[in-house]
Structures are given as C-alpha cells and as structure tokens.
C-alpha cells in the first residue's frame, strides 16, 4: 500500500476520524484541547495536510468514546 497522504484508504481514515468526532458532539478546538495539540493541527489532520499518528487515532478515539480497534475494523470493513 502506499503510504501517500492521498490514498484513498487514507482518505477514508481521515473521513472516519471526522465522523467519529462530529458523532461525538466534539468541535475540532475540543478534540484539539484533548489532544494537547492546536485546532489548526486537527484541521490538517482531518484535510489530510499531516499524517495520523497511530497512538494520537486511539487517543482520538477514545476522545470520542469509542474503542480505536472497533473503529478500525469499521474502517477495513471487518464487523465484530
């Protein structure tokens, strides 16, 4: 696979992550305080402008109250 920002698998990741948040009630400045990070990098983040970093997706996701492995099976199409 390749590992380019503009892969369509990694599109998809940054959709997902995105949906997870919105989902949540959480504004990109909220995820952003959680994080410990600026809302411009979760802006990039989710444009896809930086890479996802695997420990900040479970951060994210459990940000978000969801479990980062149920997430990623959502993501791959894999149903538990």
């Known amino acids: 696979m390749s590992v ?3 892969h ?3 599109e ?3 959709n997902l992550m995105r949906s997870v ?3 949540a009630g959480l ?3 909220q995820m952003a305080e959680v994080l410990g990070v600026g ?6 983040l989710e444009r896809g402008e930086n890479f996802v970093h695997v420990l900040l997706f479970a951060r994210w996701c459990s940000a978000c109250g969801v479990k980062a ?3 990623l099976d959502k ?3 894999r149903q538990n």
């Not at 809302?39 to 990039?44: D, E, F, M």
């Open 39 to 44: 809302q411009s990098y979760v802006s990039k």
């Open 4 to 6: 380019s920002l503009y």
């Open 21 to 23: 948040r919105v989902k």
């Open 69 to 71: 492995g149920k997430t």
């Open 27 to 29: 504004t990109q400045v």
């Open 12 to 14: 998809a990741l940054r």
């Open 75 to 77: 993501l791959i199409g």
């Open 8 to 10: 369509a698998e990694y």
